[in-house]
């Protein structure tokens, strides 16, 4: 694989909107003001998905970058899966499939195009020339100006060695295991950007009384997931260390309480590393 300039994502930390945001238990007042909030305090990455809520998340997010300058803000979203319902994800990595959901995407989001595509965890068999060939298309187009893969195991390894990728978004936790790092950094070696997720962990945060619909929600993804018996680091401190540790040129956050926000941002800014 032929090593590139990386390509420079503008915060070290990112804001997803993606879970509730999705959904009809945060307003959609509420999910603008903390993109808004965020962007004041210095985040300028922001990641969507069609899949989170059948394209409802990339409106909101759309709806929120009114009036923020386009090329002050590094957006992401993805293709390959979209939602049909709380319990049913429909996957397709088709040429044809991929163009309309990148089509549907920038209509949502209300933008000509977005600054990275991420393929949604396609499997190696799914990434075909043809899918190759459409995608140089869109690019060409401006419909989006890097590619990435969205992943958390081996296949992501048969994706990086295409040389095609720019981006990887994987998980950075300490419990991913030595091999899944490795990886990332190999991957950042060869000048792609990795974006971080699950900073903290596989599992859920510890129980608590929920206080909120939004606390009702992540509860039941993460039973519905089988996702509770995983270890966790504290927040938001395991933010910082994906960065300074080589793994991870961003992190990204998802969260509907901006008191837990301004507490990332702040753990990152006071590494000077929110924003370049």
């Keep these: 694989m032929n090593t590139r300039q990386r390509a420079l994502l503008p915060s070290a930390l990112g804001f997803g909107v993606s879970g509730p945001h999705g959904t009809p238990l945060i307003r959609r007042a509420d999910t603008v003001r903390l993109v808004h909030g965020a962007f004041d305090a210095g985040v300028r990455v922001f990641d ?46 088709s040429p044809r499939a991929i163009e309309r959901s990148v089509r549907a995407s920038l209509e949502r989001l209300d933008l000509e195009g977005v600054d990275g595509l991420i393929l949604h965890g396609p499997s190696p068999s799914e990434l075909t020339p043809e899918l190759f060939t459409r995608l140089s298309g869109l690019k060409a187009s401006g419909a989006f100006r890097l590619l990435g893969i969205a992943g958390r195991g081996q296949e992501l390894d048969a994706a990086i060695a295409t040389g095609r990728f720019e981006i990887v978004m994987a998980p950075v936790h300490p419990f991913a295991g030595e091999q899944a790092l490795a990886r990332l950094r190999s991957a950042r070696s060869c000048g792609i950007a990795v974006m971080g997720i699950e900073a903290a962990g596989s599992g859920p945060a510890p129980l608590s009384w929920p206080r909120s619909l939004a606390d009702l929600y992540k509860l039941a993804q993460s039973i519905r997931s089988g996702s509770g018996s995983g270890p966790r680091l504290a927040m938001p401190g395991a933010l910082v260390d994906p960065v300074q540790g080589g793994l991870a040129d961003c992190v990204l956050v998802t969260t509907t309480r901006e008191n837990h926000l301004l507490a990332n941002i702040q753990a990152v800014s006071g590494h000077g590393r929110c924003a370049p």
Excluded: Q
């Design 48 to 93: 969507t998905a069609p899949a989170y809520g059948a394209g409802e998340a990339e409106g909101r997010l759309g709806l929120a970058l009114r009036g923020i300058a386009r090329d002050a803000v590094f957006v992401t979203t993805k293709a390959g899966l979209s939602s049909a319902g709380l319990k049913r994800r429909l996957r397709d990595f």
